[in-house]
Every structure is written in C-alpha cells, then in structure tokens.
C-alpha cells in the first residue's frame, strides 16, 4: 500500500502562484510515477502532470510554460508549482502515485482561483 497527502491548495487571485506537495510512504519502491491530475465540477478527472521515476516530466496543454513539477526523491515528495494562474485551473487536485497495473490517489485539494 501507499499513502499520499497533500497540502498546499487553496483561495488565489487570477495571475498568481501557488505550490502543493504530495508526501508518499508506505511501499513506495514500486512506483514508477508520481503526478498530478485535478477535476472541476461537472468535469471528467484530468492529467495536469507527472513525472516518473528518473524525472521525465509530462505536461498537459493546458499548463505548459504556467507549471512545473519537481520530485525529491529523498522525501518521496513531488511538487507542482503553478504560476499564472487562471480561474480555468480552479478545480480539487489529486496527487497521483502510479505502479504497474495500480494507481494510488490522495484525498484532492482545492485550488480555486478567482477572476
């Protein structure tokens, strides 16, 4: 099993940044991935971004040039600074641990922007 919390959502103004951490721990020798995907209301779940093991970053359209995430593997610790915020990107985020044939999922946080 693997445990994921995150932190650091939260009430933004259009424009500015914010940064959430997702902590792993349990069996955390199988996971390949580490990312991030969010869902709005009334939306389908979405990739915004992940990065594997060695660091391969995958970004979807919609955040490229805007976020980055980052990975510290000493503190099983993935990162997603998000900068120019939009209100589009208000939704929950969901940080995503992944292995061979099982994804693990934190609680969400919300990250809500206003115009």
């Known amino acids: 099993q693997v445990q994921l919390v995150e932190s650091g959502g939260g009430l933004v103004q259009a424009g500015g940044s914010l940064r959430l951490s997702c902590a792993a721990s349990?069996?955390?020798?199988?996971?390949?991935?580490m990312g991030w995907y969010r869902q709005a209301p009334g939306k389908q779940r979405e990739l915004v971004a992940t990065?594997?093991?060695?660091?391969?970053?995958n970004y979807a359209d919609s955040v490229k040039g805007r976020f980055t995430i980052s990975r510290d593997n000493a503190k099983n610790t993935v990162y997603l600074q998000m900068n120019s915020l939009k209100p589009e990107d208000t939704a929950v985020y969901y940080c995503?641990?992944?292995?061979?044939?099982?994804?693990?999922w934190g609680q969400g946080t919300q990250v809500t922007v206003s115009s």
């Open positions: 995503n641990a992944h292995r061979v044939g099982l994804d693990y």
């Open positions: 349990g069996s955390i020798f199988s996971i390949s991935a």
């Open positions: 990065s594997t093991k060695y660091g391969s970053p």
